[in-house]
């Protein structure tokens, strides 16, 4: 259990503060509600480009960096579809110097020409570095708009295009900041071994005076219900041919999601599980093989992938997996199995909440669902979950209407090349 305190400033700004006496430092995470899912489909890569601007200086302070050095901390941060989610360690005696900084660029970032070439320039390297000078690089870039037709979901963080970044005006990323980087649309967590009341307090001194401004509202377009299968294939110079598929779930909060998370363990959660033991121990088809829910806030995707052996047709290699679904929906799963995946979700639950920077970033997240006490019901959730509920939403799920198939095969002659949507 995880005990917090709660409160929302005058200006929006959401505050939440959970004491623990176990360490003398103390996390600071900065949750805003903004990812690649506010984006414009003609204007993408926005949130993740902020990503790197809010390390650029701000009004009152010309490098973030520095001051977190000279107090004892370490910061980084991470974009993905649904948020973006600044964070901090550092000695707790030093807990104004984290709030200062962070105020200071919720305020206003230090917007000159200069910055934005200089973060413009590192995303286009990240974009051909990680997305298509990787091997398997552009999996995400071809698998999104494969699965998604209408949600913003059909593009990565990156952005759907480079050229967005690349022909970014300073006008545009004003407005962007204007919209999205504001009290009212962020979420401050504080985990460590410091009194609520004083936290309290000195967020307020930091955070009060700051404009909260009218919260975003912005108009998501939902995703049509799929009604026939997808399929594309590509070749690549990669070492082995991969399978992607993927099936559509419901929301984050939904019990569906739920259910197939219980799933996806059950099928791939160690070398226990049934896709290890049947496609690569007993059967080798593959050299790995995974299941696992994107976790998306809106509604997502169960993901089923494999690294073909060489010599193993995709043919036969995707028939094995659709075999392992189809027993997934036809076959109750044994009591000792799911008893099994239940108290290592709870141990893996149980072993990451000892971590205060972990504790600060999932309470601003479970509130970014819609309430950060969530956080206490994962593992209640987990255990819940009923072998008939499997069945029930594997039939739901597994079907070929619902599956989006990638085959990304190997072929040492193919262009290294990855076109973006």
């Known amino acids: 259990m995880i005990e917090f305190q709660k409160k929302t400033l005058a200006n929006g700004l959401t505050v939440i503060v959970h004491e623990d006496p176990s360490t003398p430092m103390v996390a600071v995470n900065v949750l805003y509600k903004v990812g690649a899912r506010n984006e414009d489909y003609d204007h993408t890569g926005f949130a993740h480009l902020f990503e790197h601007l809010m390390f650029g200086g701000s009004v009152n302070i010309p490098s973030y960096d520095e001051p977190v050095q000279l107090a004892g901390g370490e910061n980084n941060a991470f974009t993905n579809n649904d948020y973006t989610n600044y964070y901090l360690a550092l000695p707790r005696e030093n807990i104004e110097t984290a709030l200062w900084l962070e105020s200071d660029r919720m305020l206003s970032l230090a917007f000159n020409e200069r910055s934005l070439e200089v973060q413009r320039k590192v995303v286009i390297e990240e974009f051909a570095q990680r997305y298509l000078n990787q091997p398997y690089g552009d999996i995400w870039l071809l698998l999104r708009p494969l699965a998604y037709e209408r949600h913003p979901y059909r593009w990565a963080t ?138 998306d806030v809106d509604p997502g995707l169960f993901l089923v992938t494999g690294h073909v052996m060489e010599g193993t047709s995709l043919e036969t290699a995707e028939a094995a997996l659709w075999n392992e679904l189809e027993r997934m929906k036809n076959e109750p799963v044994g009591d000792y199995e799911l008893e099994k995946v239940k108290n290592k979700f709870e141990a893996n639950n149980v072993f990451g909440e000892i971590n205060v920077l972990n504790k600060a970033m999932n309470l601003a997240y479970f509130e970014m669902l819609g309430d950060a006490a969530l956080i206490n019901d994962e593992v209640a959730q987990h255990n819940s979950v009923t072998r008939d509920e499997i069945q029930e939403v594997s039939r739901r799920i597994f079907r070929p209407e619902n599956s989006s198939t990638l085959l990304y095969i190997a072929d040492p002659e193919a262009p290294d090349t990855a076109p973006t949507e």
């Open 158 to 295: 990156i952005g759907r295009d480079i050229d967005h970044i690349r022909n970014a005006t300073m006008e545009q990323v004003r407005a962007f900041f204007s919209r999205y980087y504001k009290p009212s649309n962020a979420i401050l967590s504080i985990a460590g071994d410091i009194p609520a009341r004083r936290v309290f307090d000195l967020v307020e001194k930091w955070f009060g005076p700051l404009p909260g401004g009218t919260p975003p509202r912005d108009k998501i377009p939902a995703e049509p219900v799929q009604t026939a299968p997808r399929r594309l294939e590509v070749r690549r110079p990669v070492p082995a041919s991969v399978i992607y598929i993927a099936f559509h779930t419901g929301p984050r909060m939904s019990r569906e999601v739920t259910v197939c998370d219980v799933i996806s363990d059950l099928l791939s959660n160690g070398t226990s599980s049934r896709l290890y033991q049947r496609l690569v121990k007993e059967n080798p088809l593959f050299s790995n093989v995974n299941a696992y829910i994107s976790g």
